[in-house]
């Protein structure tokens, strides 16, 4: 395959853009077809062969142009001679900046920075070296060379070829620093991304900073998208042995009757129902916000989910994620506007009280139910007794607890005497914890 | 037939031209894709919003090429049986029926079972034939011998299951029939694939396609649409109508007016006489291109100021 073509594909692959080899082997098929004759036709073409999704096409774009370009060396050199000098004598890249030779330098230079795999820069570190040793490729000491030389030749008009010289090596380094500079964004731009999104993914949620919060919805909708496809697929696993009576006549008309086929009953894998409890005082409130988005982000696809908030006191919320944008819902269930919530200390007590009283009959055996809170109850009474109804009318009882181990049951912190009635207890502070439950919670 | 073929795809440009021989204004780029698409042989899938010409594109194709469409919508639940093929059972069962003397007659009463069944073996699965088999668009499409375009209507709508079907026929351009083995095409199809991005596709499906998306057309382009598909409208009523389309396509609305329903619309101003626009006139036309009660308002609101910017457009 071409090179060009292969190293284009590369730099599109390392900013994201998934292409499996059928993939590039179209797109070579397709630049036969048209060259390069025609830099819009080649986009056209490679475009449609290669991107195949609307973020992917953005990304596409993006790469084909900064890859596809050549206004390197684009002003001519400092003081172009007026009168040709001898150029006899001087070496391959002097004889090239002499004459102005814009075309020759780029493809120099581009043969430089291939030769030294200039494509594995990575950081921002690695900048000069990489720029060193391409000019050192171009032939960076013949130039210092020939300056030299000229120099000590001491005659007037050598001087100022080698003053001449001088400043156009000069502009020879900016212009291969610029181009240096320039790949370090083509090349590294994904592995930035992805060395981020590790960190993202591990770090305690509730350290996290404002500005990430972007990035991190980003993550959850990608880690989203994979269970749904994970587990959107409508499962029917055979049960053998329960016959499906109707379906077999049905399916053997056409062997006059007789049942050469018989068909068996299917299961149908119903959608989990998940009733969620989300504590939103200050305490939790982070890990809430994200944990809110993974669960609707699966609500139509794979689960129903009926969601509580509660801090003094219990309310249910799942109305307002029907009303409104995924993300405007978890802002205004953050900051409790328009939802019967008191934002005071939170209240264990009371907000089992109100689950029973009202919510309960929403719990069957096949309810999975999510408890996200850290059980500081402020030393009120824990009512253990609601906790146990629950946890025996329901499929599963799930608390997940943002504090690490060490801290449940310390102080006001009552995790030890509710840990008895969960069928899970897990302490859950990373996107990473997140998604395991999620994906627990999945599986059957 | 494969030369003639060849001769309408011999560049962009052609094509381009072609195409508006036939009615239907494409872009550089969804002329290039179909020049691909044709000396690739691969099929093209087409995303873009709804009303952008995406059917169209195929009928156009087929129209161009003098070739029949052979069509095949998705919906949900769609299967094998619908989209490849089917046996005639009807059939089967009374040809059995009309043939069981001659099955008689053929076994002989003193046979043992093993020797009537070898007996039967001699002939071949004569039920499990071409005689027997109800070809479906998918398999269709395969059959024809001078080719044809195949369009697969709206494939978002269509299960997950039903795409790994068509993986087989896209990549290979083949169906397997157990009973009779693996049809190849007698001549490859062109298939066209559209979705309205419902849900997203497989991987596994995309790769096997070009992926073109077709946007809401810039200015320029949608004024020579309406030029081309209402020719008799006045040039600059024509300008002031589609400017009015794209404002109207940037504020924040349920349905944004498509391609389709400006051409309706240039049509309703044509039969009305109309040499310019006028806020009572967009004002009652408006339901023409805007379906929802909710946007109609929203519209109506800023109705002057849209007017008065459209009527400054050449």
Known sequence: ?444 | MKQKKDEKFTSIRHIQEGFKKVGYITSRQTATTVYLAHHLEKPVLVEGPAGVGKTELAKTIAAYLGLPMIRLQCYEGLDESKALYEWKYGKQLLYTQLLRDKLDSLVDREDTFAQSINKLHAYDDIFFSWHFLEPRPLLKALQQKDGTVLLIDEVDKADGEFEAFLLEVLSDFQVSIPEIGTVHAVTKPLVILTSNNTRDLSEALKRRCLHLFIPFPEPALEREIIRVRVPEIPSNLAAQLVSFIQAVRKMDIKKVPSISETIDWARVLLILHADSLSPELVRDTLHIFIKYEEDIRVVEDQLHQLTANAARAF
């Open chain 1, 1 to 444: 395959m071409d090179r060009v073509l292969e190293d284009f594909i590369t730099t599109l692959r390392r900013s994201g853009v998934r292409i499996s080899v059928s993939e590039s082997l179209d797109a070579a098929r397709a630049l036969q077809l048209v060259g390069y004759d025609d830099r819009n036709l080649l986009k056209d073409s490679l475009y449609v062969a290669l991107a195949k999704s609307a973020q992917e096409k953005e990304i596409f774009s993006d790469c084909f142009d900064r890859f596809f370009s050549f206004d390197f060396f684009s002003e001519p050199p400092p003081n172009e001679s007026s009168h040709k000098e001898s150029t006899e004598g001087l070496s391959d890249i002097s004889r090239m900046l002499m004459t102005g030779d814009q075309p020759g330098l780029v493809t120099y230079m581009k043969e430089a920075a291939r030769a030294e795999n200039l494509s594995d820069i990575r950081y921002q570190t690695q900048k000069s070296l990489y720029a060193m040793r391409i000019l050192e490729r171009m032939g960076l000491s013949g130039l210092d060379a020939n300056i030299r030389d000229l120099y000590q030749a001491g005659a007037p008009s050598s001087a100022a070829t080698a003053a001449r010289l001088e400043e156009a090596r000069s502009y020879l380094v900016e212009n291969v620093r610029s181009y240096v500079e320039e790949q370090l964004l083509l090349f590294s731009g994904y592995e930035y991304d992805k060395m981020i999104e590790d960190y993202l993914r591990n770090i305690k949620l509730s350290n996290l900073e404002q500005r990430y919060y972007h990035q991190m919805q980003g993550i959850i909708q990608r880690m989203v998208k994979r269970l749904n496809d994970l587990y959107s697929r409508k499962r029917k696993p055979a049960r053998r042995g329960h016959l499906d009576f109707k379906q077999t006549i049905r399916d053997n008309v056409a062997y006059q009757g007789f049942l050469f086929n018989p068909r068996w009953k299917k299961v149908k894998i119903e959608k989990p129902n998940v009733v969620a409890i989300c504590d939103i005082s200050r305490s939790v409130s982070r890990l809430v916000r994200f944990f809110l988005l993974f669960l609707y982000g699966l609500n139509k696809e794979i689960i129903q989910v009926r969601s509580f908030i509660f801090c003094s006191n219990l309310a249910e919320v799942t109305g307002i994620f029907e009303q409104y944008p995924i993300e405007e819902a978890v802002a205004r269930i953050q900051a409790g506007t328009d939802i019967p919530v008191l934002l005071a200390r939170t209240d264990y007590d009371r907000t089992l009280r109100d689950f029973k009283e009202r919510y309960l009959d929403t719990v069957t055996h096949k309810t999975t139910v999510l408890f996200l809170g850290d059980a500081r109850n402020n030393y009120n009474n824990p009512q253990t007794q609601t906790l146990k109804l629950i946890s025996e009318r329901c499929k599963k009882l799930i608390w997940l607890n943002p504090e690490t181990k060490p801290f449940w049951g310390t102080g006001d912190s009552e995790m030890l005497r509710y840990a008895p009635y969960c069928h899970v207890l897990k302490e859950c502070n990373t996107l990473n914890h997140l998604e395991r439950v999620v994906q627990s919670l999945l599986k059957r």
